[in-house]
């Protein structure tokens, strides 16, 4: 049993590259999310998928885009990757209102 | 001001003993709360939740809620050096798992 499986888990991209973050659950989970964690800000919400088909913005949705393209998976997109997105991303899942099950994460850079 | 506030430590415990997490919100409607542990490098782990005042204990952790006084708790006894992590706070204002707020963490170093 997998859980949450986030790739890639390390990224490098210049300034204007776009890139696709990909994640997928095995739990059967209605909802999933993104969040990004940076150093003295916490966990912050990117996005998020309440169920299969919605999709709506989170605390800092500026400069990304999700697809939410079946049940088990959710995908995040920068489309032009700005120095402010070097960060680490996680996906998430849960069911309710209870505790979210976090993937593995990816640490991107932005030079 | 932050709506989930933590120290952000660290706080450092010789192993065996009882290491007590704190943890306050602003949002006095608050539901339900969550405690996650993240080593560093990894991805946040939930270990507890709790829903209504009093304690809950699983194992060597006991979380605690006061609701009249914003207040939740993380205890762990018999405190081991893998338990060396930063704890998470999260409080849901409503009950929806999108409007999770998490705080920023407490580094908890146990010493042998």
């Given at each position: 049993?997998a859980?949450?499986?986030?790739?890639?888990?390390?990224?490098?991209?210049?300034?204007?590259?776009?890139?696709?973050l990909?994640?997928?659950?095995?739990?059967?989970?209605?909802?999933?999310?993104?969040?990004?964690?940076?150093?003295?800000m916490?966990?912050?919400?990117?996005?998020?998928?309440?169920?299969?088909?919605?999709t709506?913005?989170?605390?800092v949705?500026n400069?990304?885009?999700?697809?939410?393209?079946?049940?088990?998976?959710?995908?995040?997109?920068?489309?032009?990757?700005?120095?402010?997105?070097?960060?680490?991303?996680?996906?998430?899942?849960s069911?309710g209102?209870?505790?979210?099950?976090?993937?593995?994460?990816?640490?991107?850079?932005?030079? | 001001q932050?709506?989930?506030?933590?120290?952000?430590?660290?706080?450092?415990?010789?192993?065996?003993?009882?290491?007590?997490?704190?943890?306050?919100?602003?949002?006095?409607?608050?539901?339900?709360?969550?405690?996650?542990?993240?080593?560093?490098?990894?991805s946040?782990?939930?270990?507890?939740?709790?829903?209504?005042?009093?304690?809950?204990?699983?194992?060597?952790?006991?979380?605690?809620l006061?609701?009249?006084?914003?207040?939740?708790?993380?205890l762990?006894?018999?405190s081991?050096?893998?338990d060396?992590?930063?704890?998470l706070?999260?409080?849901?204002?409503?009950?929806?798992?999108?409007?999770?707020t998490?705080?920023t963490?407490t580094?908890?170093?146990?010493?042998?």
């Amino acid at each position: 049993n997998a859980g949450v499986t986030q790739t890639p888990k390390f990224q490098v991209l210049k300034t204007g590259q776009s890139m696709t973050l990909q994640c997928a659950q095995d739990m059967n989970h209605n909802s999933m999310y993104w969040y990004r964690q940076d150093p003295g800000m916490g966990l912050r919400l990117i996005y998020y998928s309440a169920s299969e088909g919605t999709t709506d913005k989170g605390e800092v949705p500026n400069g990304y885009n999700v697809s939410r393209l079946n049940k088990r998976e959710f995908s995040l997109r920068l489309e032009s990757a700005a120095p402010s997105q070097t960060s680490v991303y996680f996906c998430a899942s849960s069911e309710g209102q209870g505790g979210l099950f976090f993937g593995s994460g990816t640490q991107l850079s932005v030079l | 001001q932050k709506e989930v506030e933590q120290n952000s430590g660290p706080l450092s415990v010789p192993e065996g003993a009882i290491a007590s997490l704190n943890c306050t919100y602003s949002d006095r409607g608050s539901q339900s709360f969550f405690w996650y542990r993240q080593y560093s490098g990894k991805s946040p782990e939930l270990i507890m939740s709790i829903y209504s005042n009093g304690d809950k204990e699983d194992g060597r952790f006991t979380a605690q809620l006061n609701k009249a006084s914003q207040y939740v708790s993380l205890l762990i006894r018999d405190s081991q050096p893998s338990d060396s992590a930063t704890y998470l706070c999260a409080v849901n204002p409503d009950g929806t798992a999108s409007k999770l707020t998490f705080g920023t963490g407490t580094r908890l170093q146990v010493m042998l």
